[in-house]
């Protein structure tokens, strides 16, 4: 396993709400990124952060926002929930200036918005 | 046009056979350039990364080919545990930062 977890495993919502999920890097990561992946489709960047601060952002309105703590881990909070919102929310954490640039998948948070 | 592009699949193989999968991108400034494997409701996890001359692991082999922005994953002797989606994921590190860009993804059967 790659050492990242994520909660909640799964999450119903409706339309209009907030959430918030969680990510914890692997050990000796600095380095965390979001992804959404709809279904059928792959993965589509959100944002990255590093060193608390967010250093990099696909192409989402600003109701995805984010956080990162001191110890690394990470927040994806979304504001004023769409149905098109359900997705499988994937977070990685990488180590910056590391070797390469690989990525390691958490399990993922399974959104569904009614 | 897409920035990653796959065939989308599904390949439906036997076992023991050999399959291959392309892909196409369309930054020429991209510098990484990976395979994931994800299975059926799970997190994508790195198979391989894809260099410039060629590597492979067991089974596996990838191909870079820059010129014609091209990757590709060559399976022999397919298993059913082969039966996955595979993403073909490049990462143009632009910006100053990392982000992959994935495809859609190519899915794979192997049957008995």
């Known amino acids: 396993e790659t050492g990242v977890t994520q909660s909640p495993t799964h999450l119903i919502k409706t339309r209009g709400q907030q959430v918030t999920l969680r990510c914890s890097s692997q050990?000796?990561?600095?380095?965390v990124s979001w992804y959404q992946q709809a279904l059928g489709q792959g993965p589509q960047f959100i944002f990255q952060y590093y060193r608390e601060e967010e250093n990099g952002r696909g192409n989402f309105p600003p109701r995805f926002s984010g956080l990162q703590f001191p110890n690394y881990s990470s927040e994806l909070n979304v504001n004023a929930l769409e149905l098109d919102d359900s997705a499988l929310y994937l977070c990685?954490?990488?180590?910056?200036?590391?070797?390469?640039?690989?990525?390691?998948f958490g399990p993922g948070t399974r959104l569904t918005v009614l | 046009r897409k920035e990653v592009e796959q065939d989308p699949g599904p390949f439906n193989v036997p076992e023991g056979a050999t399959v291959a999968f392309n892909c196409t991108y369309s930054n020429s400034a991209s510098q990484s350039f990976f395979w994931y494997r994800q299975d059926c409701r799970k997190e994508p996890k790195l198979l391989m990364s894809v260099y410039s001359s060629g590597n492979e692991d067991g089974r596996f082999t990838a191909q870079l080919n820059r010129a014609s922005q091209y990757i590709s994953l060559l399976i022999r002797d397919s298993k059913l545990s082969d039966s996955a989606t595979y993403l073909c994921?490049?990462?143009?590190?632009?910006?100053?930062?990392?982000?992959?860009?994935f495809g859609a993804g190519t899915r794979l059967a192997v049957h008995p």
């Open positions: 994921v490049v990462n143009p590190l632009s910006g100053g930062y990392n982000k992959l860009i």
């Open positions: 990685a954490s990488s180590l910056a200036g590391g070797p390469i640039d690989t990525q390691y």
């Open positions: 050990s000796g990561h600095n380095t």
